[in-house]
């Protein structure tokens, strides 16, 4: 009997298909699964010798990947943009797929990638949810100005969204046609279910008890507010995964491309591969967080004088995440590094800065 097996498995929305191969690469068996949960621990309880399998990263991999973790020997999930050399073959389907991520697993080769806890997962997706119904209450609070400017309505801007005022706005329309009362009687009703599902949404996250000490440190940080502490602390999951700021940076999308290829060197714009969800709520705080942290205007202003506002901006970001990252790491409150002037930061000596001891010494 082999000691062990190795399998490949290509998911998608209604099927699995598999392949198990032993460590001289033979094929033992392959085939196809429907993408059920009780087919597929029915599949793996027939499994006799200790398997490691792996599967791409997709929309769907999660489940599948929670339902076959606890009958293999190592479960793993492949990060889909180093994988591209799959979808690359001239020759593709679902058995070769399968066949070549079992080759990956069998050779060792596979470019692995985090896989969040189960709760993790569960509570990334209220705020992500959460996020969305914010951009629709966004988008009704736009439609409600619209109608208003198109029916050629004057109106107080900063009371428009209030309850009171636009009951009181909506009792005064003349000359406008029932049909708009009615629009805005409905983008109305929308916007009040919107704001109370983020609210619950909000409420729950706010009350998680694994959650609630986490996002109280890193709101110690000037210029972090609740909901960038739950973004990150959700997005990043451990940031002990992260062995350097490089690469929570890279993580956060606050990096550029780089190219290099016979001794010609190019950078270009923010890569593509990052976590967007992550990315854009901290240039969103980057924007609001120089006004409650003095360090971080320091930055801000500096960046300014070299006459870019979004290279300030991202330089403001990226300073947070720096924050971020040794909070969480330390478990401890962030004590911000001595204050200094913009003369100050202009005459320091680049390369013999130490670095600043950014938390308490007390012990967690």
């Not at 699995?16 to 429907?34: H, L, N, Q, W, Y």
């Not at 990638?113 to 969305?132: G, H």
């Not at 400017?149 to 900063?158: L, T």
């Not at 971080?296 to 901006?313: D, F, M, S």
Request: charged share 25%; with cysteine; proline share 5%.
């Amino acid at each position: 009997m082999d000691a062990i097996h190795y399998i490949g498995f290509d998911v998608h929305k209604k099927s699995i298909s598999f392949c198990v191969k032993r460590a001289d690469g033979s094929i033992v068996a392959e085939g196809r699964v429907p993408a059920e949960r009780q087919a597929l621990r029915q599949w793996a309880l027939q499994r006799s010798t200790p398997w490691h399998g792996a599967m791409e990263a997709t929309l769907f991999s999660g489940w599948i990947y929670d339902t076959l973790k606890p009958y293999a020997a190592q479960l793993e999930m492949g990060h889909p943009a180093l994988m591209k050399a799959i979808g690359a073959a001239k020759k593709k389907t679902d058995r070769l797929d399968a066949q070549r991520i079992a080759d990956l697993v069998r050779c060792d080769l596979l470019p692995a990638c985090y896989v969040a806890p189960p709760a993790i997962r569960e509570l990334r997706q209220l705020l992500r949810y959460r996020n969305l119904v914010v951009r629709q209450a966004v988008r009704m609070q736009n439609k409600i100005s619209g109608l208003l400017m198109e029916s050629g309505v004057s109106y107080n801007k900063a009371r428009l969204h209030g309850r009171e005022y636009f009951q009181e706005l909506l009792g005064r329309l003349e000359e406008v046609p029932e049909s708009v009362k009615h629009l805005l009687r409905l983008s109305r009703g929308a916007l009040e279910m919107f704001q109370s599902v983020q609210r619950q949404l909000l409420t729950r996250l706010r009350h998680d008890p694994g959650l609630k000490a986490r996002v109280e440190r890193l709101s110690t940080i000037g210029g972090i507010g609740e909901v960038t502490a739950l973004t990150w602390a959700l997005e990043i999951a451990d940031p002990r995964r992260f062995r350097s700021l490089g690469q929570a940076l890279s993580y956060c999308g606050l990096t550029a491309a780089f190219r290099s290829s016979a001794d010609k060197v190019e950078r270009g714009p923010l890569s593509k591969q990052r976590n967007a969800h992550l990315q854009t709520t901290l240039i969103e705080a980057a924007k609001l967080a120089p006004r409650w942290n003095p360090q971080l205007a320091v930055v801000h202003a500096r960046e300014l004088e070299r006459g870019h506002r979004n290279r300030a901006t991202l330089a403001v970001a990226r300073k947070l995440v720096s924050y971020l990252l040794a909070v969480d790491k330390s478990g401890r409150p962030f004590v911000p590094p001595p204050a200094l002037n913009q003369e100050q930061e202009k005459t320091k000596t680049p390369g013999k800065e130490k670095p600043k001891t950014l938390l308490s010494r007390q012990k967690p």
